[in-house]
C-alpha cells in the first residue's frame, strides 16, 4: 500500500507564502518523477510543478519565479515553496509520483486559498 500524505496547504494572504509537503510511503520503488498538481474550481487538473531523482526540475510558466520544487530522495519527500502568492493560485494542490515502470500514485490534495 503507497500512502502519499500532503500537508502545509491553507488560508494566506495575497503576497503571502506557504511550504507543501508531500510525503510518500509504503512498498515503492524507483520513484523518478515526484511533483504538483492543481485545480481550482471549475477547471481541470493543472500541472504545477516536477522533480526527477536527478533534481532536474520543470515549472508552470505561470508560477516560474514565485514557486520552488524540492524533493529528499532519503525521505520519499517532496515540497513546493509558494512564494508571492496570488488569488488565481487558489485551488486544490495534488501531490503527484510516477515511478520508472509507469506507476502512478496521487495524494488526497490540500487546499490552498490566497484571499484577503
Known amino acids: 500500500q503507497v500512502q502519499l500524505v500532503e500537508s502545509g496547504g491553507g488560508l494566506v494572504q495575497p503576497g503571502g507564502s506557504l511550504r507543501l509537503s508531500c510525503a510518500v510511503s509504503?512498498?515503492?520503488?524507483?520513484?523518478?518523477?515526484m511533483g504538483w498538481y492543481r485545480q481550482a474550481p471549475g477547471k481541470q487538473r493543472e500541472l504545477v510543478a516536477t522533480?526527477?531523482?536527478?533534481?532536474?526540475?520543470n515549472c508552470a510558466s505561470s508560477v516560474k519565479g514565485r514557486f520552488t520544487i524540492s524533493r529528499d530522495n532519503a525521505k520519499n519527500t517532496v515540497y513546493l515553496q509558494m512564494n508571492t502568492l496570488k488569488p488565481e493560485d487558489t485551488a486544490v494542490y495534488y501531490c503527484?509520483?510516477?515511478?520508472?515502470?509507469?506507476?502512478?500514485?496521487w495524494g488526497q490534495g490540500t487546499q490552498v486559498t490566497v484571499s484577503s
Open positions: 503527484n509520483v510516477m515511478t520508472l515502470t509507469g506507476l502512478e500514485y
Open positions: 509504503g512498498s515503492i520503488f524507483n520513484i523518478n518523477f
Open positions: 522533480c526527477t531523482t536527478g533534481a532536474r526540475t
